[in-house]
């Protein structure tokens, strides 16, 4: 199975959200749990620093966490540099 690697820095505006709000990634990760959304910290890290791509369900969730517009996880979109 080939994986599948983000193209646009999503994670970036991921990150900079979470942080406008001062929530810690744990504290994301345990909102995202009781909205029986099923990811590790290790996952959630990987979506930040766009080594994995975002599931529907997971960025609806946080959309849902942070109050903001679809739209805010796409603004400004670069990207992502090939390591």
């Known amino acids: 199975m080939q994986k599948i690697r983000p ?3 999503i994670g970036q505006n991921i990150a900079r ?3 406008e709000h001062g929530m ?3 504290q994301v990760i ?3 749990h009781l909205m029986e959304i099923d990811i590790s910290k290790s996952t959630y890290a ?4 766009n ?6 369900s997971e ?4 959309s849902l966490i942070f109050g ?7 603004q400004n979109l670069q990207p992502v540099r090939k390591t």
Do not use: C, H, S, W
Not at 59 to 62: A, E, I, K, S, T
């Open 30 to 32: 345990a909102r995202l």
């Open 46 to 49: 990987k979506l930040e620093t």
């Open 17 to 19: 959200i979470r942080k």
């Open 59 to 62: 960025l609806v969730g946080l």
């Open 7 to 9: 193209d646009l820095d």
């Open 51 to 56: 080594r994995m791509n975002i599931k529907v």
């Open 24 to 26: 810690t990634q744990d």
């Open 68 to 74: 903001t517009d679809f739209n805010a996880f796409f």
